[in-house]
C-alpha cells in the first residue's frame, strides 16, 4: 500500500506560478510510475503529466505543455509538479496518483491522494 498526500495548492493571480508536491509514504514510489490529474468544478477528472519510475520519460496534456512540470525526488519519495503561467482555465484539485508502469488513464492508477486546490483569478 502507498499512502499519497498532496500540498502546495492555493489561490494565484494569472501569470503566476505555484509548485505541487505529493509525499508518498508506506512504499518507496521508486517502484511506481506516477501522475498527476486535475478535476475542474462540474468536470471529470482529467490528466495532467505523468513521469517514469526513473523519470527518463514524462508525459503531459497539450494544455500544459510547456508551462508545468512533473519531477521526481525518488530519495524524498516525493514527486512535484511545478506549474507556471497559471490560467484560470488551470483552477482545479489536483490529485497525485501511482501505478505500476506509465500512462494517461486514470484507471490505471491504483492509489491516489486526497488532492489540493488551486485557484487561478483573472
Known amino acids: 500500500q502507498v499512502q499519497l498526500v498532496e500540498s502546495g495548492g492555493g489561490w494565484v493571480q494569472t501569470g503566476g506560478s505555484l509548485r505541487l508536491s505529493c509525499a508518498a509514504s508506506g512504499r518507496t514510489i521508486s517502484s511506481y510510475g506516477m501522475g498527476w490529474f486535475g478535476q475542474a468544478p462540474g468536470k471529470e477528472r482529467e490528466f495532467v503529466a505523468a513521469i517514469s519510475r526513473s523519470g527518463g520519460s514524462t508525459y503531459y496534456t497539450d494544455s500544459v505543455s510547456g508551462r508545468f512540470t512533473i519531477s521526481r525526488g525518488n530519495a524524498k519519495n516525493t514527486v512535484y509538479l511545478q506549474m507556471n503561467s497559471l490560467k484560470p482555465e488551470d483552477t482545479a484539485v489536483y490529485y497525485c496518483?501511482?501505478?505500476?508502469?506509465?500512462?494517461?488513464?486514470?484507471?490505471?492508477?491504483?492509489?491516489w491522494g486526497q488532492g489540493t486546490q488551486v485557484t487561478v483569478s483573472s
Open positions: 496518483a501511482a501505478r505500476n508502469g506509465l500512462g494517461a488513464r486514470g484507471y490505471e492508477y491504483d492509489y
